[in-house]
């Protein structure tokens, strides 16, 4: 039986991401992303509940990250879901659920110094995870495809 884990966000940066290098030499950026949920109540009242999500990028994506993401700043955020548990110093067992991006999308400018200015609107980038984790190999998936005999899809056959 097939399984799916994906994780979707848009939302601002609730602190700008910390880099840390495994010991294995692996990047590993950590961050926080807040994401809001507007609705009306029973009473006509407008509510609006915060969710804080924890966001952990490894790799090139980490260092891309690390070099164009702020605190404030908006993104798309697409991953997976994963726990962690751990048992701290003390004795107490902690529990925290992650979102393993593998791709980020900056959803609006860096932010400006004075001495350049720009009227045109947001310009989303995209940054997709050089891997997923660190011990998956994205090129060894895109060759074992080719190796099956699939052919590549051009532009021009796709019809719309």
Same mark, same amino acid.
């Given at each position: 039986?097939?399984?799916?884990?994906?994780?979707?966000?848009?939302?601002?940066?609730?602190?700008?991401?910390?880099?840390?290098?495994?010991?294995?030499?692996?990047? $590993?950026?950590?961050? /926080?992303?807040?994401?809001?949920?507007? @609705?009306?109540?029973?009473? =006509? *009242?407008?509510?609006? #509940? %915060? !969710?804080?999500?924890?966001?952990?990028?490894?790799?090139?994506?980490?260092?891309?990250?690390?070099?164009?993401?702020?605190?404030?700043?908006? $993104?798309?955020?697409? /991953?997976?879901?994963?726990?962690?548990? @751990?048992?701290?110093?003390? =004795? *107490?067992?902690?529990? #925290? %659920? !992650?979102?393993?991006?593998?791709?980020?999308?900056?959803?609006?400018?860096?932010?400006?110094?004075?001495?350049?200015?720009?009227?045109?609107?947001?310009?989303?980038?995209?940054?997709?995870?050089?891997?997923?984790?660190?011990?998956?190999?994205?090129?060894?998936?895109?060759?074992?495809?080719?190796?099956?005999?699939?052919?590549?899809?051009?532009?021009?056959?796709?019809?719309?």
């Amino acid at each position: 039986m097939m399984s799916l884990n994906r994780a979707q966000i848009i939302g601002n940066l609730t602190r700008d991401p910390e880099l840390r290098t495994t010991t294995s030499g692996q990047t $590993v950026a950590n961050f /926080g992303v807040a994401t809001s949920s507007v @609705w009306t109540d029973a009473a =006509g *009242q407008r509510q609006e #509940k %915060t !969710e804080f999500h924890n966001i952990v990028a490894w790799a090139k994506l980490a260092e891309i990250c690390g070099q164009y993401l702020v605190k404030g700043r908006r $993104v798309f955020i697409e /991953g997976r879901l994963q726990t962690r548990d @751990w048992e701290t110093q003390d =004795g *107490q067992k902690r529990t #925290k %659920t !992650e979102i393993v991006a593998e791709n980020v999308i900056m959803l609006d400018r860096p932010p400006q110094t004075q001495s350049s200015s720009s009227a045109s609107g947001p310009a989303p980038t995209y940054v997709p995870a050089a891997s997923s984790a660190p011990t998956v190999d994205p090129s060894a998936s895109l060759m074992a495809g080719s190796a099956m005999g699939e052919k590549e899809i051009k532009v021009e056959d796709i019809p719309f």
